[in-house]
């Protein structure tokens, strides 16, 4: 699922973008859809992808309003988006907020976690959610100069999550170094050395294909120099 602002969206379906309607269902017994809001037409059946264009004001909020479907009374489900390193420079604020059946509000600051799970989703009546984003800087498709160098070294969540079988990882680098990217298990075995030498600064985006691992719970740590980050994956088969 991914959700943002682009120069080139508009306010309804956008193929360019891979906004299609309903999406193929995922592994699980769960599926998340993007729907439609007021003011943002023709996404009813619902969406994999949910790109806005660029607000004329800065501080404009944004609304995202997905819809999750659990098959089983006490599924879990379980959501993660990229940290604070990623977002901060994209908006100002950004928020998770969803509702129970007995109308209890819980709102999610997604800039201080990034990952979520809801137990007993369909058991609470838990079907929808909203994200707002607060005061758009940076655009998804914009070559900004402040953006050209990062600053800062920087491990995002890998995408899709939870995956089958492959999934794709970002990383950022303020300079050029010496770099190993390493997947493990829950038991702290090796599993995969994705990256392992000399990288030059900027983003950099890589592919794991899991065809050959068993479904469960992974994680995967960068080290760059002296920066030392590590984040969980799941993968689904």
């Not at 030498?197 to 050959?212: F, K, M, S, Y």
Request: net charge negative; hydrophobic share 40%; aromatic share 14%.
């Amino acid at each position: 699922m991914e959700f943002g602002n682009d120069v080139r969206a508009t306010y309804g379906m956008d193929d360019s973008l891979g906004e299609f309607y309903c999406p193929p269902q995922p592994p699980g017994p769960v599926i998340v859809l993007w729907q439609s809001i007021p003011g943002r037409p023709f996404v009813e059946m619902g969406c994999n992808r949910d790109y806005r264009s660029v607000p004329t004001n800065p501080s404009e909020r944004d609304t995202f309003k997905l819809l999750f479907v659990a098959f089983e009374r006490d599924s879990s489900v379980f959501f993660s988006w990229p940290d604070v390193s990623y977002l901060g420079v994209r908006c100002d604020s950004m928020f998770f907020v969803f509702t129970d059946s007995a109308k209890q509000v819980d709102v999610i600051d997604m800039f201080k976690q990034d990952s979520l799970q809801i137990a007993n989703a369909n058991a609470r009546g838990i079907t929808s959610a909203f994200i707002y984003k607060y005061g758009v800087k940076l655009v998804d498709d914009v070559d900004d100069p402040s953006s050209a160098t990062p600053k800062g070294f920087a491990l995002l969540q890998n995408y899709p999550n939870p995956f089958n079988p492959a999934t794709e990882i970002s990383y950022m680098l303020e300079k050029s170094s010496n770099v190993t990217l390493t997947v493990y298990d829950i038991l702290g075995r090796d599993v995969a050395v994705l990256v392992n030498g000399r990288i030059e600064q900027g983003e950099h985006t890589l592919r794991w294909d899991a065809q050959n691992v068993p479904s469960g719970v992974y994680f995967y740590r960068l080290s760059a120099g002296g920066f030392v980050q590590t984040k969980r994956m799941i993968l689904l088969k």
